[in-house]
């Protein structure tokens, strides 16, 4: 098992806390709220993350903010075992998602066998409280 | 064709402070006020002929326009603070257009990092969709190799290989850092504690202390100076946005650097089998593999077995990093970047250590960024001007 998936390591104090900027806070309020929210534009279709002021597509600033299903596959990753900070527990599991809907964002991956997290495995968010903040994590969708 | 503005150009000094991981009793300013006592002596020049600087210190915070202040002499030309190759092609264009006729660029770090817990400030990012994952410039660049490693079979042998080859070029420049340290194999690479995989311990560069500096003017005035000059013959940039706040996704940033180089060689007029020296920039091993593929050396998904059987050897077809780079001779703050055109100003010039010099090396291609920082730059330079 993770330490990444231990509730108390993951809320240790001294823990960097996103610094939420005012085009970001929708995000994050989202994820208080169990929804990933990610900026889509309505009139080129395309998806924004992370955060812009308008589209970088068509620069239109017609950017929505759409609720993800939350489920993506693991388009890269790496084992940490030499942490950003001693706050964290490692080793962790860092990992670039790609969403179903076609964007990406980095984040871990918890409650995993970390000798066996292979790319292309199908995941899932999980919310994650730290502090005041609800981090979206994602855990494998089918145990191996 | 009509003329490249470039080709006029030409750099006739170059000065490195020792580097280490800790320079007692130094500050970066100290550092400063060698390089540039260094550089004027090294080019025989009196401070007056130096009519612009780009010169910076991250610690004690010295900007370019304060340092105007220290050299006090017919300044009238101060670049932007961003360090590396970008720098010499901003002093370089000044120069084309008549801004300045003889600049010098430099920079240094002391003092700045002093806990061993946590890894170095400036590899730390602050970003509010990546700090709090615990990532860091490691792990964001083991995303591309990993994704690389899995699309392509590449193998941690041939990480290994390229982190091996690096360290034991490092270990004999006396300047470096790491000079003097044992050989290191490539099973002592793989046998090296993992830190994010698939980088071990000697598969990322080191962090130190030190500084540098140049000297660029016009290939004309070179001529007129006791010096040896080497010319631009091509150069690039690549650029994707702030480096660390996006996911390094491998099918964009992948062959980051490949206009650059595409650019640098067309300007240059030759091709990557002409290349004698490869000062590519080398955070971490896989990312020499990457640029092998992208300025396109060999093809998409070879690297791994292209950096083998001794091609990347000081005696090899392709020799890189010939001072030991960030893995071995130095890391310090933005210099470092810097010193990726000086080592391959001092190689052409013959200023290493016999058992380091690549011998009739003329042509050398330098370069700064890498698919996890989201930039990368790339610059040609040649004993003969284009």
Redesign the interface.
């Known amino acids: 098992m993770s330490t990444m998936g231990d509730e108390a390591l993951l809320n240790k104090p001294g823990?960097?806390?996103?610094?939420?900027?005012v085009i970001?806070q929708p995000h994050w309020d989202g994820c208080k709220k169990g929804q990933l929210l990610v900026q889509h534009c309505d009139e080129c279709n395309a998806y924004t993350?992370?955060p812009e002021i308008v589209c970088p597509q068509c620069l239109k600033s017609s950017l929505l903010w759409k609720q993800s299903s939350g489920k993506g596959v693991i388009?890269?990753?790496?084992?940490?075992?030499?942490?950003?900070?001693?706050e964290?527990a490692a080793p962790?599991v860092?990992?670039?998602i790609e969403l179903e809907e076609g964007w990406?964002?980095?984040?871990?991956i918890i409650d995993c066998d970390i000798d066996s997290i292979e790319?292309g495995q199908a995941v899932e968010v999980s919310y994650v409280k730290?502090e005041d903040?609800s981090?979206p994590?994602f855990k494998l969708l089918t145990v191996p | 064709m009509k003329k490249n503005p470039l080709h006029d150009i030409a750099i006739v000094a170059t000065y490195n402070t020792r580097q280490s991981r800790r320079l007692e009793n130094e500050n970066d300013l100290s550092l400063i006020l060698e390089i540039i006592r260094g550089l004027i002596d090294s080019a025989g020049v009196k401070t007056s002929d130096i009519d612009g600087i780009n010169i910076s210190t991250p610690v004690w915070n010295l900007k370019p326009r304060e340092a105007l202040q220290i050299l006090n002499s017919e300044t009238r030309w101060c670049g932007n603070e961003f360090m590396g190759i970008s720098a010499v092609l901003e002093a370089a264009g000044a120069i084309a257009t008549g801004q300045a006729e003889m600049i010098m660029i430099a920079s240094a770090q002391a003092g700045e990092y002093t806990s061993g817990e946590s890894t170095a400030p400036w590899t730390r990012p602050t970003h509010e969709f990546i700090e709090c994952f615990g990532l860091y410039t490691a792990a964001e660049f083991a995303l591309c190799a990993q994704r690389h490693m899995k699309l392509y079979g590449t193998t941690p042998e041939s990480l290994a290989e390229v982190a091996s080859t690096i360290r034991n070029n490092g270990n004999k420049h006396p300047k470096a850092a790491f000079y003097g340290k044992p050989n290191v194999s490539p099973d002592d690479v793989l046998d090296s504690r993992m830190v994010t995989s698939p980088f071990h311990l000697l598969d990322c560069c080191i962090t130190s202390e030190g500084g540098a500096g140049l000297i660029i003017t016009t290939a004309e005035r070179a001529k007129d100076m006791d010096v040896d000059a080497v010319y631009l013959l091509g150069a690039g940039t690549d650029r994707q946005g702030m480096s660390y706040t996006r996911a390094p996704v491998w099918d964009k940033c992948g062959d980051i650097g490949k206009r650059a180089a595409n650019r640098a060689f067309s300007q240059a007029g030759i091709r990557p089998k002409d290349v004698d020296v490869c000062e590519f920039y080398d955070p971490f091993s896989f990312e020499i593999i990457r640029q092998f593929e992208t300025y396109g050396f060999c093809d998409l998904g070879e690297g791994g077995d292209f950096v083998m059987d001794g091609r990347i050897a000081l005696d090899g077809e392709f020799p890189i990093s010939t001072n030991g780079g960030l893995m071995s001779f130095g890391h310090s703050g933005t210099v470092q970047m810097l010193q990726k055109v000086t080592a391959a100003y001092d190689q052409l010039c013959n200023r290493v250590p016999d058992e380091i010099n690549v011998a009739n090396a003329k042509v050398a291609m330098a370069s700064n960024g890498g698919s996890g920082a989201l930039f990368c730059d790339v610059m040609l330079l040649g004993t003969e001007p284009a």
């Open positions: 823990l960097p806390v996103p610094k939420a900027t970001s993350f992370p388009y890269s990753f790496t084992v940490v075992h030499r942490p950003q900070r001693p964290f962790y860092a990992a670039i990406h964002m980095m984040s871990n790319i730290r903040f981090l994590m």
